[in-house]
Each structure stands twice: as C-alpha cells, then as structure tokens.
T-cell receptor, first 114, second 115 residues
Framework: AQSVSQHNHHVILSEAASLELGCNYS??????LFWYVQYPGQHLQLLLK??????LVKGIKGFEAEFIKSKFSFNLRKPSVQWSDTAEYFC????????????FGTGTRLQVFP | NAGVMQNPRHLVRRRGQEARLRCSPM?????VYWYRQLPEEGLKFMVY????????ESGMPKERFSAEFPKEGPSILRIQQVVRGDSAAYFC?????????????FGPGTRLTVT
C-alpha cells in the first residue's frame, strides 16, 4: 500500500531562514504529488503539485518542491520564510491503485518567529 | 478557497446522538471525497462518491458511518450513535474529474466534538 512519510513533525525557524521539509512516498509507479498548507483555523490550500514534466515545481508564496524519483522524495523548500508562513504543511500522493484518493503524510508544523 | 462549502462548521453532539455533515462541491464538480483528521494526525481518506454512487469506501469504518451524494443536493456524511473517538475534523473535497491529472479542492471542514 502507498504511504507518505514526513519526518519533520515540528520545525521552528526565525524569519528569513531557509526552509526544507522532507516528504518521502512508497509507491514505485506513476504518481501525482502535492503539498497542501493549513493555516491556523483554516482549510487546506494547495501550495503546489507535480503531475509530470519538470521535476522542479514552483508554487504559490515562493514555495517550490523537487521531485526526485530515485529517492521517492518530494521535498518542499522556501529560501526565506516569513512569520505568515506559520502553518501546518501536508505532503500527499495519489497514483496506482489509489488514483482516486489522496494519501497524506502526518504533517509538519512550522512556526516562524519574527 | 475553490468554493467547496461545508456545514455546519462546528458540531457538538452527545454520545449516542447522530451527526450529519454536509458538503456542497464546487460548481460543475461531480466527484466528492471525505477525509477525517484526528488530533495530531494527517488526513485519512474515508470515501469517494460520484452522483448517486459510492465509488470507494475503503476508508470508512464498518459500522455507524455512511455517506451519500444524491442526484440533487449536497453530499452527506452520517455518523450514527457517535462516540468520543469520532471527535475530529471532517473535510470534504471535490474534483472536476478523475484520473491521473486531476486536483481536489478542499472545503473548510466540520469540527465534530462528541461530549
């Protein structure tokens, strides 16, 4: 069965620091990959997605992610975080036998201090 | 947000009561997904429906939970005889189509508290 691992459960950064959140998945076939963000008290919003093509994906708010097939990874990056990036970040995958449902990681809580 | 509506936003039920959660997908979307988010956990898939059909309910608990998406009206997730362990945030998502290159849009969620 597919699974998604997010190894960083809680990350604390100061403003302007660089961010990288890890995401690994367990399916070897064709997959779609997503990063969602959930700001405090709000619903999930899509940050970026990878379906095919260029493995370096640009998303909203200055976020990007790189799909590395050989490592089954889709890490999220931002060169300089802001206080407003404080939120929970979820990596998700679908594909193969799970084409119609998203499999989510457990999430990474990011706190950015001014 | 992409326009998925959920109501109520907050729901409090006593143990043994029924909870009904509603989801109106984005205009033109005929695919609905329900996910549950337990405290300190990620979202877990529950069920995938198209109009009048349950396509995949592999994530639904075997008892007390049911879902429907009628020809007219919102999708309903129904939990009978709620227990404290049902306390969670329930998110609905919709998509225009299915297949390898679609995107799901999420609603604001319903936070269910069982007392």
């Amino acid at each position: 069965a597919q699974s998604v691992s997010q190894h960083n459960h809680h990350v604390i950064l100061s403003e302007a620091a660089s961010l990288e959140l890890g995401c690994n998945y367990s399916y070897g076939g064709t997959v779609n990959l997503f990063w969602y963000v959930q700001y405090p008290g709000q619903h999930l919003q899509l940050l970026l997605k990878y379906f095919s093509g260029d493995p370096l994906v640009k998303g909203i708010k200055g976020f990007e992610a790189e799909f590395i097939k050989s490592k089954f990874s889709f890490n999220l990056r931002k060169p300089s975080v802001q206080w407003s990036d404080t939120a929970e970040y979820f990596c998700a995958v679908n594909g193969g036998e799970n084409t119609d449902k998203l499999i989510f990681g457990t999430g990474t809580r990011l706190q950015v201090f001014p | 947000n992409a326009g998925v509506m959920q109501n109520p936003r907050h729901l409090v039920r006593r143990r043994g009561q029924e909870a009904r959660l509603r989801c109106s997908p984005m205009k033109g979307h005929s695919h609905v997904y329900w996910y549950r988010q337990l405290p300190e956990e990620g979202l877990k898939f529950m069920v995938y429906l198209q109009k009048e059909n349950i396509i995949d309910e592999s994530g639904m608990p075997k008892e007390r939970f049911s879902a429907e998406f009628p020809k007219e009206g919102p999708s309903i997730l129904r939990i009978q005889q709620v227990v404290r362990g049902d306390s969670a945030a329930y998110f609905c998502a919709s998509s225009l189509t299915t297949g390898i290159s679609y995107e799901q849009y999420f609603g604001p969620g319903t936070r269910l508290t069982v007392t």
